[in-house]
């Protein structure tokens, strides 16, 4: 018996210690097989690395951030890259989310790239000096690693081999964006030009003597409230009790805030219904939404109103135009007014979209038509009457001729193939616009030194010249920037998503100010 439980005992301490042999060897091949930065950033590629499930950071190799939608416009600015190292150039980031999820988003962001990386084929074959060489920032979903990424372009700035000179893109106006461009202008003192987000908080108050909320900072797209006051304009005569405005309360966006406030504005007549209001659960997700843009389009069939000025995504805005249509309301017909972040809208749109908003088929007028807009249409110039030949004023003559070498260059494939080139949605002109403008800057910033670096003070002393003989003949319109760095004037496209022809139909220029831009272009005093 006691030798049985000798034997017994022995052979159960010799099963553990073989067990704790064979445990201890497989965790010692394991920890050669993980990476040694398991539990750190994963690299995705050079100057990125994965934070959060994202790959964030700053790159000009060609990396698409896994985004096929942009692989060829991404090695396209890569190869012109290349192609300039070992001369004198400076950097320009180009700073967006660049992994968004929906298809329609996607080919949007291609549309945003493929603006700036043109620009740069333009400017570095142009005469100017200094060369620009392109970097894509990728900041996160909504901007959510913003900080990161600054810090990144904080380092590039400091970097003699690098010399970033200027950050442009954002696309999205929200807190976290604004917190970047405070960081980047204020504490960085890097010149910053927003090419895409129209939110008034992301721009400088026009007030003589006061210090600029953002120091170095520039636009090429009007804000809010200058794009409603130039569709004020377009529309004259509305009544207050002919318009109603719904809006999204969720908080932290503040496109939709600002269009809110710019949409506010007190129109002649008899009070109309009050705001109907709703909170979406993001950007880009409809939530309960079509069960409250139900109820209120009930409402607002019960009004006076015909005119609906809509605060909110494109994600939301096509979905309360078709819960609007749905609604059986006496014949009653509307128009859907919205501002700039609808300029792709279309792309949302599928055929029994078009169908529900023009309601009864063979109807004269649709039920619902949605009008916004856009920062840019390459319609506006050449539809736009006013003067002929000679006598037709240079504030279209100039955009259109712009355009129209713009069109040529990739039309022919001249700058590589960068994907299929659309303009309808105004993205590729006005972030070509915006790179134009920064090329400008820094031709103007480097203009007694040809070849040197401009330090980043001097780039953003220039947007203030940008003005009269120093103009910028965008493709978009003129960029006439003032003291505070804002466009003068700067025309917007008023268009219709037009259900009988299930298309996007220009239907004219609106100015903020009420009449075109002056000749020449000299900013006014006030």
Excluded at 200 to 218: H, K, M, Q, S, Y
Excluded at 435 to 442: D, N
Excluded at 471 to 486: D, E, F, I, Q
């Amino acid at each position: 018996m006691l030798n049985w439980l000798y034997h017994h005992v022995w052979a159960t301490r010799l099963k553990k210690a073989v067990t704790v042999l064979v445990v201890g060897a497989a965790l010692v091949g394991a920890a050669l097989l993980v990476p040694q930065h398991v539990g750190g950033p994963d690299h995705c590629a050079d100057g990125v690395e994965r934070h959060g499930g994202e790959c964030v950071g700053v790159n000009g190799s060609g990396y698409d951030f896994g985004t096929a939608e942009i692989t060829a416009v991404s090695g396209a600015i890569a190869e012109e890259n290349r192609r300039i190292d070992g001369e004198p150039h400076v950097t320009v980031a180009m700073m967006l989310p660049l992994t968004p999820e929906s298809r329609a988003e996607r080919r949007q962001l291609r549309s945003d790239v493929q603006g700036a990386y043109l620009a740069q084929y333009r400017a570095n074959r142009a005469e100017q000096k200094p060369l620009i060489r392109l970097v894509l920032a990728n900041p996160g979903r909504n901007y959510g690693q913003q900080a990161r990424v600054v810090d990144d372009l904080a380092a590039l700035a400091d970097d003699e081999k690098h010399n970033l000179r200027a950050v442009t893109g954002f696309n999205l106006s929200l807190r976290a964006t604004i917190d970047a461009v405070d960081r980047l202008t204020n504490e960085l003192r890097l010149p910053v030009l927003i090419s895409r987000a129209s939110a008034d908080e992301l721009a400088n108050a026009e007030r003589r003597g006061v210090r600029p909320r953002f120091r170095g900072l520039a636009r090429v797209i009007p804000t809010n409230r200058q794009q409603a006051a130039a569709l004020a304009a377009f529309h004259r005569g509305l009544r207050d009790d002919e318009t109603v405005l719904v809006r999204d309360t969720r908080p932290d966006d503040v496109y939709v805030e600002s269009l809110a406030r710019a949409f506010s504005r007190d129109e002649p007549g008899p009070p109309g219904a009050k705001d109907q209001e709703f909170t979406s659960p993001s950007i880009s997700e409809p939530g309960e939404t079509g069960n409250d843009f139900s109820l209120i389009g009930h409402n607002i069939c019960q009004s006076r109103a015909k005119v609906v000025y809509f605060a909110g995504r494109p994600v939301h805005l096509r979905l309360f135009a078709l819960k609007l249509a749905e609604v059986p309301c006496r014949g009653k017909r509307y128009t859907v007014v919205s501002g700039s972040g609808a300029a792709t809208l279309e792309q949302y749109m599928s055929d029994a979209d078009w169908a529900r908003l023009q309601g009864e088929p063979g109807a004269k007028e649709p039920t619902v038509t949605v009008e916004y807009t856009a920062p840019g249409h390459p319609e506006a110039w050449a539809r736009t009457r006013a003067g002929k030949g000679a006598d037709r004023p240079a504030h279209l003559t100039e955009p259109q001729e712009e355009l129209a070498r713009l069109r040529a260059l990739t039309d022919r494939q001249g700058a590589g193939d960068i994907g299929p080139v659309t303009y309808d949605d105004s993205r590729t002109m006005l972030v070509h616009d915006g790179v134009r403008t920064i090329a400008q800057a820094l031709f103007l910033a480097n203009a007694r030194a040809p070849g040197a670096v401009p330090p980043r003070e001097r780039v953003a002393a220039q947007w203030p010249r940008l003005e009269s003989a120093h103009r910028v003949a965008g493709t978009s319109g003129w960029v006439c920037l003032t003291n505070a760095g804002n466009p003068y004037d700067k025309p917007v496209a008023v268009v219709e998503l037009d259900p009988r022809t299930r298309k996007l139909a220009f239907k004219g220029l609106g100015w903020p100010e009420g009449r075109p831009q002056p000749r020449d272009c000299v900013v006014p005093s006030n």
